[in-house]
């Protein structure tokens, strides 16, 4: 059976196709040596089709409505246009998706028997790593996709911290659970140190009852003679 894996990128949404890919007989080990492999994965990964995101509004709102797992405007046609050829032959064929809540919307909403398993996130992390040796020779060199990944990330934690409600008060109140845990680390770390030194110096301990104190102490006695 045919597969094929919809990868969604910050420069646009990508379908790649699968050679010879068996569910039961192809390990997951024997994709992550095919994936480290360069010559050998391009050999077997191929891509169909490539729809850039001309501009980084409609990248960021494909971004925030795929996080939900629902269908965006742009993917339904992007599916429809690159598997015309495919479902008008009547070959069966799997589509393999990275997130299971969209599969979930794209097998109920367009009918196409999706996939989402180890072995077709392995082929995912190969996509990944030489997805810019697959658009090689377009406009979208390797600079601009680097470009286009940091771009987005801005402007998606932008977007992120301007929906949040709490935004004014998020430094206080980390700033505070910060205190908070610096002051629990330091007790941690000064009942190890009195327990420690108690096997060599235990009177100490009744001796000096302030933390602070009782360190320097420590600091300044060493060992015992």
Known sequence: MLLYLLYESAAGLALFRKKKFDEKSETVEAIVIQSNDREVFLDGVKLKAFAAFLKSDIGLRNLNVLNEGKLTDELTKFLAESLKAVTKKGKKFQLAIQDKNLAMS????????????????????????????????????????????????????????????????????????????????????????????????????????????????????????
């Open 106 to 225: 794209i097998n109920s909403q367009l009918g196409y028997n999706c996939l989402c398993t180890l072995q077709t996130h392995e082929l995912f992390r190969g996509i990944r790593t030489h997805f810019t040796a697959f658009i090689k020779g377009s406009e979208f060199a390797k600079e601009k996709i680097i470009a286009a990944q940091l771009g987005l990330t801005h402007v998606y934690s932008r977007h992120r911290i301007s929906e949040d409600v709490d935004k004014q008060d998020k430094h206080i109140l980390q700033s505070t659970a910060l205190i908070a845990q610096m002051e629990k680390n330091l007790n941690t770390f000064t009942m190890r140190i009195k327990e420690w030194y108690a096997w060599h110096f235990p009177e100490l301990t009744k001796m000096v009852p302030d933390n602070q104190t009782y360190v320097q102490l420590v600091k300044f006695i060493q060992v015992r003679r």
